[in-house]
């Protein structure tokens, strides 16, 4: 098997692509697991609470660590394996999470309804206890500096994040390093002949992103405006502008407010990239494709739904990716773990924007190493766990002989009003009633305490995780897996996030299988977690054939 390991050289300033040879030496996994290593001339090391140099002094150790963020629950099974013991923050408070945290493991601090009640909401906690924040934050820069007057903060500065989800900000750097980007453009701006996407810098997960129409515009619609669609979904045209509509433009719009902002519609296959930015360099952990706006999960136009990787993209790809990636750090100074949302279009990288912290991608590049990301992330802004590991970590020899598994992870979207109450019918005009809890597949199995690997739901998984139980010589994840469940008794409204479904394996025709053979099996075989998602309308042959529709199309616009 071929292996890659990219060396580039720094210049410092203006970087220009075309004027740094890229050696394609040592090849990593066929997935796309890559490392890039810098030459000695690497920017200084920041701290994580200034931009300035950090000291030269030994990391900051921490048993404990707050966890904030929008859901925070896959960052929780990687703190503890990485070591340490994580106190909760977050919009849901999952079920799977609280049992996770459960038997001393961690703890649920509190439930937010707005990233502006955290510094309430933490106020408990011992200030000693640095705070590690997570998806959401990083439009609330007033919230992290806030919280950083009485704690330590792990992660970019606030000021590094607003320039960073500046998208003007980004793209000119982007232009001064003769790298070409989606146009930007406001209200007033706008050229009739392209394809506009209206988002705002304080939205995240897709949530208020759409095509943008307005009246005078030959949309070929009819005035029906364009039906529901994402940069993932089918019946899209080939071409790298297609047809504007939805979003109508008046006079008191939204697209008044400062923080509104066109982004061109690139039409093509939605990825991301993730980095680590350290004194010995910036490096590349990985990419995935982005599920974006798929009905078959339940969501719509450009809704986050999910992911899937790692994938090889190839050295083209690559390389443009990296280019990125080293003005935005060069210019930005930032550190840690971060990463980058991108389209792919015919050989081509556009980048859409910038998430300068622990990116949701995490855990499908920590399949062989728990805890790996997390790790890095704190020991590039100076921090480490006090805790001795019990166990060792994989060797860097062993990580790259070990063939790298692909996970999907698939987020549902309630299609209807549904409440998680597990021994209750419906009553009248009730919500429909769905029971993910973890119970025996069948009676043969009442008295045992494992159930069939292929069927493992969160309850189980959690205690997998935070046991560090090893399921095998070489496998260190479970083939399929419920997570993020909410707790019985609470209702999910439609359109929100109902639960996530994780498939893992060695490959990708392997888990399109497996999603396929979920609802082909017979009804005694199936998972009882499994079937209720189906009693919702949802459907993982519809979703393995999306997947597969997806595959085809990665493969056309590699280059």
Not at 72 to 100: M, Q, W, Y
Not at 339 to 344: A, S
Not at 486 to 500: D, E, R
Request: hydrophobic residues 35%.
């Amino acid at each position: 098997m071929d292996r890659v390991a990219c060396d580039v050289e720094h210049t410092g300033g203006d970087w220009l692509p075309e004027k740094q040879p890229i050696d394609f030496r040592h090849v990593y996994p066929v997935t796309g697991l890559r490392l890039l290593r810098l030459s000695s001339t690497h920017p200084p090391q920041m701290s994580s609470t200034s931009s300035k140099p950090a000291p030269e002094s030994g990391s900051k150790t921490a048993r404990s660590v707050l966890l904030c963020g929008a859901s925070v629950r896959s960052l929780a099974e990687s703190t503890i394996a990485a070591g340490f013991h994580p106190l909760c923050a977050d919009f849901f408070e999952d079920e799977d999470l609280k049992n996770l945290l459960s038997s001393g493991r961690g703890r649920f601090v509190g439930r937010i309804e707005s990233f502006q009640q955290l510094p309430h909401v933490i106020r408990s906690v011992r200030k000693s206890i640095p705070l590690l924040w997570a998806g959401g934050l990083e439009n609330h820069s007033d919230v992290l500096r806030e919280i950083s007057k009485t704690r330590s903060v792990i992660g970019a500065d606030p000021d590094i994040v607003e320039q960073l989800r500046d998208p003007w900000t980004v793209q000119r750097w982007l232009s001064e390093a003769v790298i070409e980007s989606p146009r930007l453009a406001t209200e007033s701006t706008a050229d009739a002949n392209c394809s506009w996407l209206r988002k705002s810098v304080a939205s995240s997960g897709g949530i208020g992103i759409g095509l943008l129409h307005r009246p005078g515009w030959n949309d070929g619609s009819g005035g029906r405006g364009w039906t529901e669609r994402s940069e993932g979904s089918p019946g899209v045209s080939s071409g790298r502008s297609p047809t504007p509509a939805t979003h109508q433009c008046t006079s008191d719009s939204p697209l008044q407010r400062h923080d509104v902002y066109l982004q061109e519609y690139i039409d093509g296959v939605p990825m991301s990239a993730t980095f680590c930015s350290d004194e010995s360099g910036l490096h590349l952990l990985g990419m995935c494709l982005q599920l974006i706006g798929w009905p078959c999960l339940g969501a719509s136009n450009f809704l986050f739904c999910g992911n899937l990787g790692p994938v090889d993209v190839g050295e083209e790809i690559t390389k443009q990716v990296l280019a990125i990636a080293r003005v935005l750090v060069d210019r930005s100074g930032i550190r840690g773990v971060f990463g980058i949302d991108f389209i792919m279009r015919q050989g081509k990288v556009w980048l859409l924007e910038v998430n300068p912290r622990l990116t949701a991608s995490h855990m499908l590049f920590e399949l062989q190493q728990p805890g790996l990301l997390v790790q890095r992330h704190l020991a590039a802004l100076g921090w480490k766990s006090s805790k001795t590991r019990r166990t060792k970590e994989m060797p860097k020899s062993r990580l790259l002989e070990v063939p790298t598994p692909v996970s999907a992870r698939l987020i549902f979207w309630a299609k209807q009003d549904v409440e998680f109450s597990p021994h209750r019918e419906p009553q009248g005009a009730s919500p429909m009633v769905l029971d993910l809890q973890s119970r025996p597949h069948s009676p043969s199995e009442a008295g045992h305490k494992t159930r069939p690997l292929a069927f493992v739901t969160q309850r189980v998984t959690a205690t997998l995780i935070a046991n560090r139980v090893a399921l095998g010589a070489s496998l260190r994840y479970l083939p399929i897996r419920i997570a993020d469940c909410p707790q019985p008794g609470s209702v999910v409204a439609k359109s929100s996030p109902l639960c996530s479904l994780h498939v893992t394996a060695s490959d990708f025709e392997s888990i399109v299988r497996q999603l396929a053979a979920l609802e082909a099996g017979p009804g005694d075989a199936k998972s009882p977690a499994i079937a209720e998602l189906f009693k919702t309308g949802f459907s993982t042959q519809a979703i393995a054939g999306q997947l597969r529709w997806l595959r085809e199309r990665f493969k056309r616009n590699c280059g």
